[in-house]
């Protein structure tokens, strides 16, 4: 069965919404607190050891049964049980959407097509343990008998993005191994990743579910080329192993049948780090800690299915990121997590976000009427408090801002966790509460400063606050609390997608640009510029001299 296509503006719930928007949006989250000092008791979730805090909102308990009502009259419920039961909801591309059968248990039974996907998933998962342990153990060897040092991920978009931000993030589990990136077809980018590598002892991972993509088949034969210089052709059986979906390209490119991870359509490559792609995640952190990542998201993907909506953690958070996006109108959202290690979170999510929600024609092939996919940024505190954070606190724009935070710190460092966690807490507190003219007043008062300077730099001091902002305050970062998280934010663009009538699991605003790349290729190769624009027929031949 298809997803339904209901215009959520066309909704009895989106109405209300908007008349309650129109009576409430006056109102300061401040106000909010002082009208109930319980507020925090009812807008909080806890599940497992996530605790998450999203009073400080402009909401009330009437916004939340509204947004319910929304979601209930779009079908959020059908739709997640369209979803997890593998029916074709990418309808673009005929599709199933089922990254989450790749983290449910063995005994699960999932369904494509009449066929139960689970007993495959596990055969590669297996391969993945065997191979990965016997890497890190230096069972397996290199082409002149040495156990292999440095692990290097080629892959761009989904089939780097996801392995990038683990690794980064689970550094502290990490074995002896030295993992590298290569992704943009910047021939730069890529030399500066060889030429730190001994051939004879670095093991090559190509990542590319269609095994088509320019960037990466560029890359790979650009190293192979590299490798090549000190080894023989039949060494590459040996350095060289791929996850793909496409078995003939994989197998022209020379790779040993051994070393293939196949992967399924059913997996998007901005949802695959659970697949095979997660390869060098298990060769960084071992197969069990991977697991690990795994089975948070199972344990979230089960909350998501199971927990009712008002207690639901996605569903929560992405009602609250749609009365945002489309009552009040906020255009991006920033992420701040309080811990170094999720450094790359937010570039993970801007492709998960915005490439499955940036769509602007609705599941009725129409275009729709109203915002869709929200703009992710961010980095983490205390850094971009340094960074960006004066246009958070006074700017004129509405962010809201999602606040990722630990309990513990992994080294034990009480002294420096206490300091980043003091500013965890200030910013989300001093966010809502701004700071009024009457304090600003009280503090040059203080200071003794005259009358006529106060008067002058008073405006300049003043912070309206009222910025809403939702903490997700985590126990602990480990490879399974961070699978929750991601997890999370899939499930949280999953509902997002269901309620603006949109298709969230094909990209095609990305083949333009490839297409057009392709021919001016051409172009460049023959030196000689066709037809185009004034602007980049100017620009083409400027570079076609220069270089
Ligand atoms: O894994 P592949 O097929 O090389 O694709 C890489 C990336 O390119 C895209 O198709 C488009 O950018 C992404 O969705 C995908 O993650």
Known sequence: MALNTTNPTGTEAWKNLQNHYNAIHKTTIQELFQQDSA???????????FLVDYSKNNISQETISLLLELANSIGVKDAIAQYFGGELINQTENRAVLHTALRAPESAVIKVDGENVIPEVYEVKNKIKNFTDEV???????????AFTDVVNIGIGGSDLG???????????????????????DGDHVNEVIKRLNPETTLFVIVSKTFTTQETLSNSETIKEWFLKSATQEDIAKHFAAVSTNI???????????????????VGGRFSLWSAVGLSIALAIGFENYNQLLVGANEMDEHFKSAEFDKNIPVTLALLSVWYNNFYGAESEALIPYTQYLSKLAPYLQQATMESNGKSVGRDGKPVNYQTGTIIWGEPGTNSQHAFFQLIHQGTKLIPTDFIGF???????????????????????ALMNGKTEAQVQAE????????EKAS????FKVFTGNKPTNTILIQKLTPKSLGSLIALYEHKIFVQGVIWNIFSFDQWGVELGKQLANSILDEINSKTVKNHDSSTSFLLNHFLKNK
Not at 164 to 181: D, G, I, P, T
Not at 444 to 451: E, M, P, R, Y
Not at 456 to 459: A, C, K, S
């Open 248 to 266: 003939k390209n994989v197998t022209e490119f020379g790779i040993n049948p051994d070393n293939v991870f196949p992967m399924w359509d059913w």
């Open 163 to 185: 392995p990038v931000m683990a690794v980064e993030a689970l550094q502290f589990y990490k074995n002896h191994l030295n993992l590298h990136f290569v992704s943009n077809v």
């Open 407 to 429: 309990v513990k710190p992994l080294y034990g460092n009480e002294d420096h966790h206490d300091k980043l966690m003091s500013n965890f807490f200030a910013q989300t507190e």
């Open 456 to 459: 002058y730099l008073r405006p």
């Open 136 to 146: 890190i153990s230096g069972q397996r060897k290199g082409y002149t008998g040495k």
């Open 444 to 451: 040059f008062d203080k200071q003794g400063l005259s009358a």
């Open 39 to 49: 507020r925090a008791e009812k807008f909080n979730l806890q599940w497992n050891d």
